[in-house]
């Protein structure tokens, strides 16, 4: 089985410029998460969807982050424009609403560096 | 959802027992205790899932007193490889619920 895909693996760019981030979930999996992680700290849930409704947002910057899941499957994380606090990896999850454990099935990540 | 406190920070040799308790004192009825491995550079990943008493998988055992007030993650003959960060995640199942919160997390370091 595939895991979650993310690209791009890094992007560095700077200040006041966008970026975005793209995710592809297991394959069947209905809900997706964008987590963000500071250096040092825990990851930070920054949007969930449930196939393509939003479950939770409430610490998604909207103001600079956006964030959508076109027919329920894809999604892409945008920041636009990017501040030099906005350095971290972006980490997608999803999960099965069927499985047992509500286990989470995390991506490698996309490291953000924001000069 | 419940908060969770656990230590910042332990060291191990390699062979040895390690014991990570988490406390969750606040603690709902319905939740469950759940455990996440974090390597540098990677996701984290799901370990091991209890509600009360004691659950065992190939790679760890979960021990929750009758109180569910804590937990604690026991990894048994650690190596270099269990290098990571733990977290401790308290709540529900239900995935079409609101995403589990993770804390900072126990950063393991397994010494040779």
């Known amino acids: 089985e595939a895991g979650v895909a993310q690209s791009p693996r890094y992007k560095i760019i700077e200040k006041r410029q966008s970026v975005a981030f793209w995710c592809n979930p297991i394959s069947g999996h209905a809900t997706l998460y964008w987590y963000q992680q500071i250096l040092g700290q825990g990851p930070k849930l920054l949007i969930q969807?449930?196939?393509?409704?939003?479950?939770?947002d409430s610490q998604l910057p909207k103001d600079r982050f956006s964030a959508e899941r076109l027919k329920g499957v894809d999604s892409t994380l945008k920041i636009q424009p990017a501040k030099l606090e906005d350095s971290a990896v972006y980490l997608c999850?999803?999960?099965?609403?069927?499985?047992?454990?509500?286990?989470?099935?995390f991506g490698e990540g996309s490291r953000l560096t924001v000069l | 959802l419940a908060k969770t406190t656990q230590p910042i920070s332990m060291d191990s040799y390699e062979g040895q027992e390690v014991n990570i308790t988490c406390s969750h004192n606040n603690i709902a009825t319905n939740d469950y205790i759940t455990w996440y491995q974090q390597f540098p550079s990677q996701g984290p990943r799901f370990i091991i899932q209890?509600?009360?008493t004691k659950v065992t998988n190939e790679v760890a055992s979960l021990f929750i007193p009758a109180d569910r007030k804590s937990s604690t993650l026991s990894l048994p003959r650690v190596s270099l490889s269990d290098t990571a960060v733990y977290y401790c995640?308290?709540?529900?199942?239900?995935?079409?619920?609101?995403?589990?919160?993770f804390g900072s997390g126990t950063r393991l370091q397994v010494q040779p």
């Open positions: 969807f449930q196939n393509n409704g939003v479950v939770d």
């Open positions: 209890g509600y009360k």
């Open positions: 999850a999803s999960s099965s609403l069927g499985g047992n454990t509500g286990e989470l099935f």
């Open positions: 995640l308290v709540g529900g199942r239900d995935t079409g619920r609101r995403a589990l919160t």
